[in-house]
């Protein structure tokens, strides 16, 4: 590799963003929730509600993008021969980190990658969330600079790199069948109950999760390797996302700038900030966003599997627990959450940043 | 030669052990990394660096000499 090499990479991934940009706004454009054409964090979450692990009404469906995003990963991991059973690097450290990027994002209401849709949609509210998770973002690159590691991985056997995979297809099959068990949000009940149709919400997944997979996009990576490394490969995929979203959004009508009455958001700047500033400060724990972890789930990644558990595991605490934000606000539970949440992430940061004198 | 051993670590673990590496100004590196996404990481860091990066495959892993 040389340094026509890394310009091709930066080409593929600044291609791969507009037009993972352009997917999302399509997406709303064919019946998801407004500047939510992708967000990993309520889609876990609505699916995790469907399957009745929670029972916020307004908030069940199961999402067939996160099943494509799985799926588009696995196969062009399975074709590029990047498909890689591994695990065994703190999965229950993992479980417990991702809960609570789980909660700081339904603090602030969306994912990084939400968060990324909203501004390009004009919501001037996801600017504070910015803020904080670039917050969070230097928090824990100050922890990697002290050695923090979950140490290392290991070879698993094939069918344990993929069982999180079929996982996600018993899961569509669940859907398509619709069984009486399975909990969907009724019409106008909120925004589980606006999602595009089955088929374009799957292919929507499988193209964005193979793109990813490819070109290692990753909301949470781009800022840490900017600062860590001057590094502005993946920070450029997160930037074409904006472009591109931004031009749909515009073209289609869709851009609506301001703060207040802006789409499944508040305008709580103090705890869209902290909110983004625990998901930011956990995914650099984690070593990359949710999408790039259901990603790298899809390569056979059983600790990211049990990532994306930790994730539906925090959704499902979220909404029973009243932590999560409505357009009202935040909640006096899920503020007490978020702070317990970045000191929980803190003390975890601090005991895995110690080191052995002489040890490499 | 300096070699490190950044097997079964994921990014940007494998950048950073890589960094505090070079600081130490030598000409010929070893690192050892076990999966594509680290072995991109590396060879771009080293790249920028102004070390010439070749890979060999072995085996699950990936032996990167970077060489100035």
């Known amino acids: 590799m040389n340094d026509s090499t890394t310009k091709k990479e930066t080409i593929l991934i600044i291609a791969a963003g507009l037009i993972i940009g352009a997917i999302a706004v399509g997406l709303v454009f064919f019946g998801n929730p407004a500047n939510m054409g992708f967000c990993i964090a309520c889609f876990i979450r609505d699916t995790t509600g469907a399957l009745g692990f929670h029972s ?6 199961i999402r067939p993008e996160i099943v494509g995003l799985v799926l588009g990963a696995f196969i062009l991991a399975l074709v590029t021969k990047e498909f890689k059973p591994r695990g065994g690097s703190a999965p229950v450290t993992r479980f417990v980190i991702a809960m609570f990027v789980m909660i700081g994002c339904l603090m602030f209401l969306g994912c990084p990658f939400r968060m990324i849709l909203r501004l390009a949609g004009g919501d001037f509210n996801a600017l504070f969330g910015i803020l904080g998770f670039v917050g969070g973002i230097l928090l824990g690159v100050v922890f990697l600079k002290k050695g923090y590691t979950l140490k290392r991985s290991y070879s698993m056997q094939k069918t344990e790199g993929t069982i999180f995979t ?10 398509v069948a619709a069984p009486a068990f399975i909990h969907f949000t009724e019409t106008d009940g909120g925004p589980g109950a606006k999602h595009a149709a089955i088929g374009i919400s799957l292919v929507a ?8 997979q490819r070109t290692r996009l990753c ?21 074409a996302i904006l472009v591109a979203a931004f031009i749909g959004n515009a073209i289609l009508g869709f851009w609506n700038p301001g703060f207040a009455g802006q789409p499944i958001a508040h305008t709580d700047g103090l705890w869209n900030a902290l909110g983004m500033a625990l998901a930011g400060f956990g995914c650099v724990l984690l070593g990359g966003c949710p999408m790039r972890q259901l990603v790298l789930a899809g390569e056979g990644n059983t600790d990211s599997a049990v990532t994306v558990i930790g994730l539906a595991a925090g959704a499902a605490i979220a909404h ?24 929980v992430l803190l003390v975890i940061a601090a005991c895995n940043s110690i080191r052995k004198k002489g040890a490499a | 030669m300096r070699t490190v051993d950044a097997r079964g670590l994921s990014c940007p673990e494998p950048v950073i ?12 590196y070893q690192i050892l990394v076990d999966n594509p996404t680290a072995k991109e990481n590396v060879t771009r860091f ?8 070749s890979y060999k495959e072995e085996g699950e892993d990936y032996i990167l000499t970077l060489k100035k």
């Open chain 1, 219 to 239: 909301m949470v990576g781009g800022i840490r390797d900017v600062v860590l490394f001057g590094e502005w490969k993946l920070l450029s995929g997160f930037l």
């Open chain 1, 205 to 212: 997944g499988l193209v964005v999760g193979a793109l990813a």
């Open chain 2, 17 to 28: 052990l890589t960094k505090k590496a070079l600081e130490a100004g030598e000409s010929m």
């Open chain 1, 166 to 175: 079929v996982l996600q297809l018993v899961i569509l099959a669940l859907l």
């Open chain 1, 320 to 343: 029973n627990f009243g932590l999560a934000s409505s357009a009202e606000g935040p909640t006096a539970n899920g503020k007490a959450a978020v702070l317990v949440g970045i000191v």
């Open chain 2, 46 to 53: 080293a790249t920028h660096q102004g070390y010439k990066v």
């Open chain 1, 56 to 61: 916020a009404a307004a908030v069940q469906y």
